[in-house]
């Protein structure tokens, strides 16, 4: 196989990057006394970095206090000879983050990088730095891509648990040495709070780290800005983002259950009772824990596509911002649907113009799976498919338009991933099974969840005629990490067959399921 070795830069995490862990533990966490520099500022929260391509790439940090963010990159770990990058004032307008952008980069190199924090008053008083490392998109098609996608953390009460080690998740998905990681939704709970304890159905107690704006559902903005903060204190998650960039996408909780715009609340947990200004909020706290440069502009939005190269275009969906309610889903028209009349528009443009051997549909809904929303008792749909195995209805009707416009245009390529309903599965479509036939076959496949509870396999609706190849789901709902069930996936591309194989992991790295699909296909 053409792809770097495993071994990589993975190794960096045994070494220099454990050294440096108690520098970036939050104090409450127990970092040394002796190492912090009093009055200085501290990146606690530790670095990460996202919208890499072959020349650039954005370095995100949060500081303690006012400060002013210094990035310093280098050919090699000893930062021998380096070069300067000038970054933003980081104040409570943004929660104390920021992000600054690389460029000129050397295309396909492991670029290390440091950040330094600077006093606003005195430039010369700078905190310790946290340092980090990413690869730069390779423009050479024999080099290979590999990637790792799951979602959901800290959902249904189970938080970082100091007993078990945290999300260990992340170091069986580092050992892979992934060029990226996509990060299908569910970043957070927002309206999910952390107890100290939960009592386990075998008479155990899971112990959770805690915080005061985990205590509750959020909000304010402090408490959505506090939720991401909280996931931040696992040393497991801070050492994967240092060396791994991550490629970001929301769902619901990271506002609030199956949400929708124009929804009004009836949860007596909460006070504030407008969907959208809780979305507000939550989509303010997402820009600025995360470095997408397009959420950051005006009007900015989570919908883009990311170039990998000549073997791989991401395309990251918002299922979300521009959903209509959550319905039947049994009405004959529906232009808005699941995605909205831009963003499918958008979509079926930027398929049509990608290049690249193969298109992955980031979704942070699958298609065939029936999602329930039972509101109020309502018969209500959350995702796509309404459990009628006929005609396309509702929002089916958009995605037929869209996978009808994929087989007439005849785009190569397209694979579909998801997570959301905490097992993992993997599907094919096919229209010899479907009611609605005018597609080609295509593939998708599910993982998660990264720390949350486990739930049973969705039923499948025939609508697009697919047919669960592979499904590993417990049979009782919301079983905690201690049961297992936690999940991720693998993407591998070969540079020179241009084969893509999927493996579906367990927590630790273990293979359940591998599926190799072959490149130049309209249908596999």
Not at 331 to 345: F, K, M, P, Y
Not at 353 to 359: C, L, T
Request: hydrophobic share 35%.
């Amino acid at each position: 196989m053409s792809h770097r070795p495993l071994p990589g830069r993975r190794s960096v995490l045994r070494g220099s990057l454990a050294a440096s862990a108690a520098l970036t533990l939050p104090v409450g966490l127990g970092a040394a006394p002796a190492l912090a520099l009093s009055g200085r500022p501290r990146a606690g929260w530790g670095v990460q970095t996202g919208d890499v391509t072959a020349d650039s790439g954005l370095v995100w940090v949060r500081s303690d206090r006012p400060a002013r963010m210094i990035v310093e990159t280098s050919a090699t770990e000893s930062f021998r000879n380096t070069r300067r990058w000038p970054g933003p004032l980081l104040g409570a307008g943004t929660d104390f983050t920021g992000t600054t952008r690389l460029h000129g980069l050397p295309s396909g190199q492991e670029i290390h990088y440091r950040v330094l924090l600077a006093d606003p008053e005195d430039p010369r008083r700078t905190g310790e730095p946290v340092a980090g490392s990413f690869r730069t998109v390779s423009a050479r098609r024999r080099d290979g891509v590999r990637f790792v996608w799951s979602g959901d953390l800290a959902g249904q009460g189970w938080g970082i648990n100091p007993e078990l080690g945290g999300y260990r998740i992340y170091d069986a998905m580092a050992a892979l040495d992934p060029d990226f990681f996509l990060c299908s939704g569910d970043n957070i709970y927002a309206d999910g709070p952390i107890g100290a304890t939960v009592a386990l159905p075998d008479g155990r107690t899971w112990r959770n780290v805690t915080t005061e704006e985990k205590s509750k559902v959020a909000e304010t903005l402090a408490e959505f800005r506090g939720n991401f903060r909280y996931n931040l204190l696992d040393e497991n998650l801070r050492a994967f983002n240092a060396r791994v960039p991550s490629i970001v996408q929301w769902d619901d909780h990271e506002v609030t259950n199956n949400w929708y715009p124009g929804e009004i609340l009836s949860d007596a947990r909460y006070t504030e009772k407008s969907v959208d200004v809780l979305a507000a909020r939550a989509r303010q706290a997402f820009s600025e824990y995360f470095p997408i440069s397009t959420l950051r502009r005006p009007g900015g939005r989570v919908y883009r596509v990311q170039h990998h190269g000549p073997l791989l275009d991401v395309f990251v969906l918002d299922m979300r911002t521009h959903r209509n309610a959550n319905s039947p889903g049994d009405q004959g028209t529906d232009d808005q649907g699941i995605l909205g009349e831009e963003q499918l528009a958008w979509l079926k443009r930027e398929l049509s113009r990608s290049r690249a051997v193969w298109k992955v549909i980031a979704s942070d809904m699958p298609l065939g799976l029936v999602v329930p929303d039972a509101t109020d008792g309502r018969p209500n749909i959350e995702a796509v498919a309404q459990g009628d195995p006929g005609v396309p209805l509702g929002r089916e009707l958009q995605i037929a338009e869209l996978l009808r416009f994929v087989k007439h245009r005849r785009i190569t390529g397209t694979v579909w991933l998801t997570a959301d309903v905490h097992y993992t599965s993997a599907q094919h479509y096919d229209p010899s099974r479907a009611a609605f036939k005018d597609f080609a076959p295509f593939w998708e496949f599910v993982s998660g969840p990264l720390n949350a509870g486990a739930f049973p396999a969705n039923a499948l609706d025939g609508t697009f005629g697919p047919d669960r190849v592979f499904v590993k789901a417990p049979t009782t709902a919301n079983v905690s990490p201690v049961g297992g069930y936690q999940f991720f996936g693998e993407v591998d591309i070969d540079g020179g067959s241009g084969e893509l194989t999927v493996r579906l992991r367990e927590q630790d790295g273990t293979v359940l399921f591998t599926k190799v699909l072959q490149p130049g296909r309209v249908g596999q």
